[in-house]
């Protein structure tokens, strides 16, 4: 880490203009902040760039208040002044209900796919890189969980963000805002708390540890990967309504102790690294490849015509291995939802237990690697990419495992045991 980041962990207080000066070359929007306009209802103090120098301040104190220090103070930090990345991306005028708006929709969601590429060129600790991703993306699911009320709601939120940072965080941004509901806002906010504590979520690390407990006592002596299948399950169907104890986890998995077929998918932009690292690792397994299959029908693995009978071709295939039960892997891009959830729904229907193997390395590796490669894509092919991109949530596949830049797992979740390196 530089030495600006290595301030905030020790207790500077930079404001945006530094952060921008510091840190602009990784993440250039953060120079587009001042320049874009909020809705003066909700945000009578301005623009995005006055709106995150107020949260920064308001950050500060509390980070001071709670004495967070270290990689939790930086994490806390990094979020609040990259917590609305995603706005100059999405705003827009919106005269649609009469009375002229100005809106930003799915601002968190793009602001942490922004970051997904470019937080690792800041040389952070991943914990770090994946903590404050979390805080950007799920800075609105706070209200949203409070609204729904219940313990499936909040165990959902739990295991994909820490609690009590999202909660000092949206403190943060509701104080750094000028609006009528700021102070019915604040009191939403203890509610959440108070709902969080009560269902015993607030300061867990594993929001499903007596769940995992139980059912790795019932299933003793069962393989790793058939205890991941009826935990990670469980817990999707109870996030679902579906069952509220891991008793009935077990029950619903019954019938893949017969046996079950394993789907991997993977997910980068050109140049990540996958391909190569599935053939190091998988080398067993079948292998479903878009690119392969376009250069089989085209003749040219770049000619995009032929994507209908690609993908045509391509789910029969992937039928026929999770038919037969066979580990496969879907190897694609995939940085698009709709194009992974295509592979990830037949995994699903088929009872299989599903993977997402998510490349993750700093951005100028994968435009440096790309010509280097046997079949190298235009850069701007590659950028569209990574622009496009939706990085992954947790519950859209049982496991997660994600994977940086020399083919090392830096994270993963949804394995009883670490999965191999």
């Known amino acids: 880490m530089n030495a600006f980041l290595n301030g905030l962990r020790a207790g500077d207080q930079p404001d945006l203009a530094a952060f921008t000066r510091e840190l602009g070359a990784a993440l250039p929007l953060l120079a587009e902040l001042p320049r874009t306009p909020q809705d003066p209802e909700w945000h009578g103090e301005g623009d995005v760039g006055t709106h995150t120098d107020l949260v920064l301040q308001e950050t500060y104190h509390l980070a001071d208040t709670h004495a967070l220090s270290g990689d939790a103070r930086l994490t806390l930090v990094l979020a609040a002044a990259l917590h609305d990345l995603g706005k100059p991306l999405v705003t827009r005028r919106d005269d649609s209900r009469g009375t002229p708006r100005i809106v930003s929709p799915r601002h968190a969601d793009r602001g942490r796919s922004y970051l997904a590429y470019r937080l690792p060129e800041l040389d952070l600790p991943h914990a770090v890189t994946r903590d404050v991703m979390a805080l950007v993306g799920h800075h609105h699911d706070l209200a949203r969980t409070l609204t729904d009320g219940s313990l499936r709601a909040y165990r959902r939120l739990a295991r994909q963000v820490d609690l009590q940072a999202l909660y000092l965080l949206e403190v943060a941004d509701t104080r750094g805002r000028v609006s009528a509901d700021r102070d019915s806002k604040l009191e939403d906010l203890e509610l959440f708390r108070l709902g969080a504590q009560e269902y015993g979520v607030w300061d867990a690390t594993d929001p499903y540890a007596e769940w995992r407990a139980d059912i790795q006592a019932q299933l003793r002596g069962f393989p790793d990967a058939y205890v991941d299948l009826t935990l990670e399950s469980g817990i999707l169907d109870h996030e679902a309504g579906l069952i509220s104890t891991p008793h009935e986890a077990v029950a619903r998995a019954y019938a893949a102790r017969a046996g079950f077929p394993d789907l991997t998918v993977t997910v980068g932009p050109s140049g990540a690294g996958k391909s190569a690292w599935v053939a190091a690792h998988y080398p ?72 997402l193997a998510v490349f993750q390395p700093p951005l100028s590796t994968v435009f ?36 940086g830049e020399y083919g090392e797992t830096l994270d993963h979740s949804g394995f009883s045991r670490p999965p191999r390196p």
């Open 284 to 355: 067993d397994h079948a292998v479903v490849s878009l690119d392969a299959l376009r250069d089989e029908l085209a003749g040219r693995r770049a000619d995009q015509s032929v994507n209908g009978r690609v993908l045509q071709a391509a789910k029969e295939q992937l039928r026929v291995a999770l038919r037969a039960r066979r580990p496969v892997v879907w190897d694609a891009t995939n940085t698009r939802r709709d194009f992974r959830g295509v592979p990830l729904r037949l995994g699903f229907e088929y009872g299989a237990l599903t993977t």
């Open 368 to 403: 440096e690697r790309n010509p280097a490669r046997t079949h190298a894509v235009p850069a701007h092919v590659v950028a569209a990419q990574v622009d496009l991109l939706e990085f992954p949530y947790r519950p859209e596949a049982h496991r997660t495992r994600v994977i």
